[in-house]
């Protein structure tokens, strides 16, 4: 049984992005095809994980935001030199996967946010409405995430984007999008 929650986190096993969002007390879940984070989601009692493909769902209980993640492995720019060898069933898999989150959201008529790396969104959905790099957001989670990776997010359903919060430091790495 799918469970009521607030806050839906689409393609999502570290639970990461439902931290503040579970921590203010709202209930939440997460959605992916792998085990969720378990040391996260013991501290984290007001967050489900349900492990299986977002393709698999009709509807989500409850929702008044979604985030989605969808995996970057056939969509991302930094793997364009392996996309003729993966054929064109990846992309259609990958991209359907995109379509089932904005589908879900748009059942539950909760806003959405949709991040991917730069890459085949842009060209076979639309633009995105913002590109930032992790580093950007770093000081929100913390210097994990005090990196260069240029990034997109989408938005629907009234979403907006978040507002910037950047480290201090400058000690930047590159990470690849894939």
């Not at 996260?40 to 935001?65: E, F, S």
């Not at 996309?83 to 748009?106: F, H, M, N, Q, T």
């Not at 995105?128 to 990776?149: C, V």
Request: glycine share 8%; with cysteine; net charge positive.
């Amino acid at each position: 049984m799918i469970p009521r929650a607030q806050v839906w986190s689409l393609c999502d096993r570290s639970l990461r992005a439902l931290e503040p969002w579970a921590e203010a007390g709202f209930t939440c879940a997460a959605v992916d095809t792998l085990p969720g984070d378990f040391a996260a989601l013991a501290r984290l009692p007001n967050v489900t994980h349900i492990q299986t493909d977002v393709r698999t769902l009709r509807d989500l209980p409850g929702a008044l935001i979604v985030f989605g993640w969808p995996p970057c492995t056939h969509l991302a720019g930094s793997g364009a030199r392996h996309w003729a060898g993966k054929g064109p069933e990846a992309l259609r898999d990958a991209l359907s996967i995109v379509e089932a989150v904005r589908a879900l959201a748009a059942r539950a008529g909760a806003p959405l946010l949709i991040e991917n790396p730069v890459g085949r969104l842009s060209t076979h959905w639309r633009q995105p409405d913002g590109i930032f790099h992790p580093y950007q957001f770093a000081g929100f989670s913390g210097p994990e995430d005090n990196y260069t990776k240029k990034t997109c997010l989408w938005a629907e359903g009234g979403a907006k984007l978040p507002a910037l919060a950047p480290r201090h430091e400058r000690e930047r790495e590159y990470r690849l999008g894939y």
